[in-house]
């Protein structure tokens, strides 16, 4: 009579052909016998997904024009420039490279005062500044004043070079102005996103303010990157422009200098022993590959229901007088190369 059970030897070999035939799902098997109830179960890891990005400040309006003091001698008008200050960042809260920073061509009244401004028998001479955009209608050679907006459609843009041949970095500076340009990751070995500030500032050939905020900005970039991986990670979110930390704080040492859009707190008082600090709130905008997606198909981040269009709006404080601008920047998702 046959035995109905196979014999130690050919069980043997019949486990032996398995394990040749299939090594890993015996091995799968034995390590998690609940692998497939274990894959149901478990959460999904982030896709690695990346792609190419562009920001460009494609122009700003005057809603309110600035208070321009009796000794100004640069042309009629507001003379503005657009300014940017950038960090790409890694999800290992650190920074990627240099802290970076662009700043536009001077737009406004490209004639300044050609003769001298006397106060109290004091001449005044505006030097030739090269590189001034002509824009607004103050007068017939510009001026920013209320109501103006830059660039105007059909119309070439007319430039003060001083006899300087204009080169690469010129072009560069000419408004629309490309931000910042770069690659962002979601997932994979190196997610990353990119913090910018983009501002707008009043030009009074006086860079004391500027310098300063250069350093102070900085300081920013780098205390936001030790607590960013959160948001690149995608633990955290946060709105794509955030307005809401004091980056800029100095003291005024004089009346006029150059100086952002927006400015609040104290103005020069030269009579006061401890005299309040001016102060300045930035819009920040914090790019992942999510939120920058996000914000190249929305047409909710600005009032004309553009496609990527974000507007930014800066009011000076009440000691700064009227000004109010509105800044324009284009988030677009670039095609594979």
Request: hydrophobic share 40%; charged share 15%.
């Amino acid at each position: 009579m046959n035995s109905k059970f196979l014999s130690p030897a050919v069980t043997a070999f019949l486990i032996l052909l398995l394990v040749m035939l299939y090594p890993e799902k015996i091995m799968t098997q034995k390590k998690n016998p609940m692998s497939l109830a274990g894959l149901r179960r478990a959460a999904p890891s982030q896709v690695a997904m990346q792609g190419r990005f562009r920001v460009t400040l494609t122009g700003f309006t005057v809603n309110k024009a600035t208070t321009e003091s009796v000794l100004s001698t640069d042309g009629a008008g507001d003379e503005v420039y657009a300014m940017v200050n950038f960090a790409e960042l890694w999800s290992s809260n650190n920074i990627f490279g240099a802290l970076q920073r662009r700043q536009s061509l001077v737009y406004g009244d490209i004639s300044g005062h050609r003769a001298q401004v006397a106060v109290t028998g004091i001449p005044l001479n505006h030097p030739a500044q090269p590189w001034v955009v002509r824009a607004g209608s103050a007068s017939p050679s510009g001026g920013l004043v209320s109501g103006d907006s830059f660039p105007v459609p059909g119309e070439d843009a007319t430039i003060r070079s001083e006899g300087q041949l204009p080169n690469a970095n010129t072009n560069t500076r000419l408004i629309p102005m490309i931000l910042w340009e770069g690659e962002l990751r979601q997932g994979g070995p190196h997610p990353n996103s990119v913090v910018i500030i983009p501002t707008i500032w009043e030009n009074d050939n006086v860079q004391d303010v500027l310098n300063v905020w250069s350093r102070q900005a900085d300081a920013f970039l780098r205390r936001f990157a030790a607590n960013s991986s959160r948001f690149i990670m995608g633990t955290a979110r946060r709105p794509l422009v955030e307005q809401v930390d004091t980056v800029l704080s100095t003291v005024p040492q004089r009346n006029d200098f150059d100086r952002p859009i927006g400015m609040d707190g104290g103005a020069f008082n030269p009579l006061s022993a401890t005299p309040d600090p001016a102060t300045f709130i930035p819009a920040v905008m914090l790019l992942t590959f999510n939120s920058a997606q996000e914000a190249a198909s929305s047409t909710s981040n600005s009032s004309m229901h553009g496609r990527g269009v974000v507007e930014i709006r800066y009011r000076d404080g009440q000691s700064y007088g009227p000004g109010d601008y509105t800044i324009f920047l284009l988030v677009e998702h670039l095609p594979d190369h």
